[in-house]
């Protein structure tokens, strides 16, 4: 089984700021086959990105995700206020999928 | 629009069974893998099972097996995950999810979820 680590566990962080999060593997991930995706409070995840980079359908351009291997970073290049929410990383490459723990990004 | 609504979860006792229901619209069922991915209150989230398009292979995660049984009705656009002696442990929002992508993978949509709560 794949463990992902994620960190930080929150990110404290004002509008307009950048947020960078991180996602590290115990193995490396083949194909870069991780996605992100965002939960808010009562409400199911929604997709970011897949295959590493790729942006999900209608998701703004400020996300923007990269990295190969063990290590991976999701990227707001502005926060807005609807994006202070948990963000998890999931890797698809070996069964079982996993997720890591999440990431907090609240507002400052 | 693609849509998935589960029901069926509710109270029940450690030891007893439930059944979980997840209705898909807006989008060809009969062609994706479908999961279930569960989450604790106040934790994360956790992949409990999968099956293939004609539900003909199913994998679950190590602790739910030979518990947990998933299987869908591509005519009906259905799917069922049968919960027998259930755990304390096993309380969580479940999920269902299409399954995109090569691998196990990803998930996109997700239903709203239904609350199973394992109690005595």
């Known amino acids: 089984e794949i463990v992902l680590t994620q960190s930080p566990g929150t990110l404290s962080l004002s509008p307009g700021e950048r947020a960078t999060l991180s996602c590290r593997a115990s193995?490396?991930?083949?194909?870069?086959?991780l996605g992100w995706y965002q939960q808010k409070p009562g409400q199911a995840p929604r997709l970011l990105i897949y295959?590493?980079?790729s942006r999900a359908t209608g998701i703004s351009d400020r996300f923007s995700g990269s990295g190969s291997g063990t290590d991976f970073t999701l990227t707001i290049s502005r926060l807005e206020p609807e994006d202070f929410a948990v963000y998890y990383c999931?890797?698809?490459?070996?069964?079982?999928?996993?997720f890591g723990q999440g990431t907090k990004v609240e507002i400052k | 629009e693609v849509q998935l609504v589960e029901s069926g979860g509710d109270l029940v006792q450690p030891g007893g069974s439930l059944r979980l229901s997840c209705a898909a619209s807006?989008?060809?069922?009969?062609?994706?893998?479908m999961s279930w991915v569960r989450q604790a209150p106040g934790k994360g989230l956790e992949w409990v099972a999968n099956?293939?398009?004609?539900?003909?292979?199913?994998d679950y995660v190590d602790s739910v097996k030979g518990r947990f049984t998933f299987s869908r009705d591509n005519a009906k656009n259905l799917m069922y995950l049968q919960m027998n002696s259930l755990r304390v442990e096993d309380t969580a929002v479940y999920y269902c999810?299409?399954?995109?992508?090569?691998?196990?993978?990803?998930?996109?949509?997700w239903g709203q979820g239904t609350l199973v709560a394992v109690s005595s």
């Open positions: 099956i293939k398009s004609d539900g003909s292979e199913k």
């Open positions: 999810a299409r399954n995109r992508g090569p691998g196990t993978g990803w998930f996109d949509p």
């Open positions: 193995q490396s991930v083949r194909s870069s086959y």
């Open positions: 807006g989008f060809t069922f009969s062609g994706y893998y």
């Open positions: 999931q890797q698809y490459a070996v069964s079982p999928g996993t």
């Open positions: 295959g590493a980079s």
